[in-house]
C-alpha cells in the first residue's frame, strides 16, 4: 500500500532562517507530486507541483523554492523566511495526475 | 482564483440532522472530488464523481453533480459528533492539466 510521510510535524522559525521541508512517497513510482499551504481556516493554496524528477512548476511567485531530487521525494525550500510563510504546508502525491489525491499530515510552520 | 466555492462556508447541526454543502465551479470539469479535514490533520478523499454522473453513494455520504449548473453538493446523514471537520471540494478540470483546484471549504460542525 502507498504512505506519504512529511517532517517535521511542527516548526518554528525565526525570521530570516532557511527552511527545508521534507516529503516522500512510498509504495508508488512516478507519481505527480504536490505543495501546497493553508492559512488558518482557509483553504488550500497550490504552491508547486513536479510530473518528474527536477521538474517543478511553480504556481504563485514566493519566497519559496522547491526541488525533486528522487522519484518519490519533494522539497520545500526557503533560503529567508518571512512572516507571512507562517502556515500549515501540505504535500501531496497522485498517480500520474489522474483520480483522487493522497495527503500527507502536513507540517505546522510559524515564522516569529 | 479558485475553481471550487463551498457554500455555507460554516455550518453548526445537531447530531442525527443531515449536512448538505454545495459547491459551485466555473470551468468544464473531468471529475469532482470532495475531501475532509480534520483540525491539523491532512485532506482524506471521500468520494469522485465524475461528469457523466448526477449522483453517487458512499455510506451515509450523498453526492450530485449538476454540469448545466456547474455545480455539486455533499449530503451527509444523521449527523454524527465524529463528522465535525472541514469539508472541500475540489475540481479536476479539463484544461488544468494535473492539478486539482480546491475551494474554501465549509467548516462542519455537529453538536452531540
Known amino acids: 500500500s502507498q504512505t506519504i510521510h512529511q517532517w517535521p510535524a511542527t516548526l518554528v522559525q525565526p525570521v530570516g532562517s532557511p527552511l527545508s521541508l521534507e516529503c516522500t512517497v512510498e509504495g508508488t513510482s512516478n507519481p505527480n507530486l504536490y505543495w501546497y499551504r493553508q492559512a488558518a481556516g482557509r483553504g488550500l493554496q497550490l504552491l508547486f507541483y513536479s510530473v518528474g524528477i527536477g521538474q517543478i512548476s511553480s504556481e504563485v511567485p514566493q519566497n519559496l523554492s522547491a526541488s525533486r531530487p528522487q522519484d518519490r521525494q519533494f522539497i520545500l525550500s526557503s533560503k529567508k523566511l518571512l512572516l507571512s510563510d507562517s502556515g500549515f504546508y501540505l504535500c501531496a502525491w497522485r498517480p500520474s495526475g489522474v483520480g483522487e489525491q493522497f495527503f500527507g499530515p502536513g507540517t505546522r510552520l510559524t515564522v516569529l | 482564483s479558485q475553481q471550487g466555492e463551498e457554500d455555507p462556508q460554516a455550518l453548526s447541526i445537531q447530531e442525527g440532522e443531515n449536512a448538505t454543502m454545495n459547491c459551485s465551479y466555473k470551468t468544464s470539469i473531468n471529475n469532482l472530488q470532495w475531501y475532509r479535514q480534520n483540525s491539523g490533520r491532512g485532506l482524506v478523499h471521500l468520494i469522485l464523481i465524475r461528469s457523466n454522473e448526477r449522483e453517487k453513494h458512499s455510506g451515509r455520504l450523498r453526492v450530485t453533480l449538476d454540469t448545466s449548473k456547474k455545480s455539486s453538493s455533499l449530503l451527509i446523514t444523521a449527523s454524527r459528533a465524529a463528522d465535525t471537520a472541514s469539508y472541500f471540494c475540489?475540481?479536476?478540470?479539463?484544461?488544468?492539466?494535473?492539478?486539482?483546484?480546491f475551494g474554501g471549504g465549509t467548516r462542519l460542525m455537529v453538536k452531540p
Open positions: 475540489a475540481t479536476d478540470a479539463w484544461n488544468a492539466g494535473n492539478m486539482l483546484t
